[in-house]
């Protein structure tokens, strides 16, 4: 039975029982604070919040956040059909805006990772000419005067223009 009490279950009843056996047992510090794994700096500044305040509760439940995210859940089943189709991430997300229904990359990378889907699965980010295609094709290429789409150029070019009239400038290569 004292194992109930010399090993608490949660991070509240851990925290009474170390301060309960400095302050009631007398233990000293440092033994304290070995006894319930906490670090003497750790145990001190455990010991200076009760003093602080004495009336706090120990014994309310820990608060818990929401287990599942609605948005995501309705959407799951949404996600792993298009996924089906071999889109990508962000193929996924465009045709979720399309219908009127939000749901970030990352939140969709969540899904498919807990469905299953190869979190190192290529297919699930787009290389970076289809993602300037896709842009083109959002906006228009009239408005890539003003825009420069890094992916088309080589590494080695470090200035671009961005001026509707003038032609990429190349550096000079090393």
């Given at each position: 039975?004292?194992?109930v009490?010399?090993?608490?279950?949660?991070?509240?009843?851990?925290?009474?029982?170390?301060?309960?056996?400095?302050?009631?047992?007398?233990?000293?510090?440092?033994?304290?604070?070995?006894?319930?794994?906490?670090?003497?700096?750790?145990?001190?500044?455990?010991?200076?919040?009760?003093?602080?305040?004495?009336?706090?509760?120990f014994?309310?439940?820990?608060?818990?956040?929401?287990?599942?995210?609605?948005?995501?859940?309705?959407?799951?089943?949404?996600?792993?059909?298009?996924?089906?189709?071999?889109?990508?991430?962000?193929?996924?997300?465009?045709?979720?805006?399309?219908?009127?229904?939000?749901?970030?990359?990352a939140?969709?990378?969540?899904?498919?990772?807990?469905?299953?889907?190869?979190?190192?699965?290529?297919?699930?980010?787009?290389?970076?000419?289809?993602?300037?295609?896709?842009?083109?094709?959002?906006?228009?290429?009239?408005?890539?005067?003003?825009?420069?789409?890094?992916?088309?150029y080589?590494?080695?070019?470090?200035?671009?223009?961005?001026?509707?009239?003038?032609?990429?400038?190349?550096?000079a290569?090393?």
């Amino acid at each position: 039975m004292e194992r109930v009490f010399l090993e608490p279950a949660n991070s509240t009843h851990r925290q009474y029982e170390a301060l309960r056996a400095y302050f009631v047992d007398g233990l000293p510090s440092a033994e304290t604070a070995a006894r319930f794994s906490y670090s003497p700096g750790s145990f001190r500044v455990l010991c200076h919040q009760l003093r602080q305040n004495p009336q706090r509760q120990f014994f309310l439940p820990p608060q818990k956040g929401p287990r599942r995210a609605p948005k995501k859940e309705t959407l799951r089943e949404k996600v792993v059909a298009l996924r089906k189709q071999n889109l990508s991430i962000y193929d996924i997300n465009e045709a979720l805006a399309g219908e009127g229904q939000r749901l970030s990359p990352a939140a969709i990378s969540i899904i498919l990772k807990e469905e299953g889907f190869a979190p190192g699965d290529l297919a699930l980010r787009r290389p970076r000419s289809q993602i300037c295609d896709s842009w083109i094709s959002r906006h228009g290429a009239s408005a890539l005067s003003s825009v420069a789409c890094f992916s088309f150029y080589p590494l080695w070019c470090r200035l671009v223009s961005t001026v509707s009239s003038a032609a990429p400038a190349y550096p000079a290569r090393r």
